[in-house]
């Protein structure tokens, strides 16, 4: 059974499933919810996994939600308008965001709670500075490899 699963690519399934036979008896599931259940698992499973392989392609210096965000600190920034950044029309319509100001104004942090909220929205993501982004391009063109680069930075969404 659990080479069945394996090439069925079923890895969630695999490692619970013996366990699952056991709760199905000690309870008295039918075959409909012991199947469920099974099921539910290895999709719950493959969306986890999508998510953190979608947080790690993003290249986040760090992982902050913008709940953690101190708006109090930032009165001038209204948290509601950087909600609606969270929504998947922000990326859906193509909208834009700049952050400018000096260091230590929450620009990385917002910037990545952000993204994280919009990985969540299942996008794809990526995180780069200005600083870093217009150095992989000056790089790039010497090397004569901007349109790869610009490829590359096309296949996300935000």
């Known amino acids: ?6 090439e069925l690519r079923l890895p969630r399934i695999r490692e619970i499933y013996e366990r699952r036979i056991d709760q199905a008896a000690e309870e008295d599931w039918g075959y409909r919810k012991f199947l469920k259940h099974l099921l539910e698992e290895e999709v719950t499973n493959r969306h986890q996994n999508r998510l953190q392989r979608r947080k790690e392609k993003a290249g986040f210096p760090f992982e ?8 109090n600190f930032r009165p001038k920034l209204k948290k509601r308008v950087f909600q609606t950044y969270t929504e998947p029309r922000f990326v859906t319509e193509g909208k834009d965001l700049i952050l ?3 260091p230590g104004t929450g620009k990385t942090h917002l910037s990545v709670g952000i993204g994280l909220s ?4 299942d996008f794809k993501v990526l995180f780069k500075n200005v600083q870093s982004l217009a150095g992989e391009l000056q790089s790039a063109v010497r090397r004569d490899e901007k349109d790869k680069l610009l490829k590359e930075l096309t296949k996300v969404d935000l």
């Open 118 to 121: 919009q990985i969540k929205n």
């Open 100 to 102: 400018i100001g000096p």
């Open 1 to 6: 059974m659990k080479q069945m699963l394996k």
């Open 64 to 71: 902050k939600t913008l709940n953690q965000f101190e708006f």
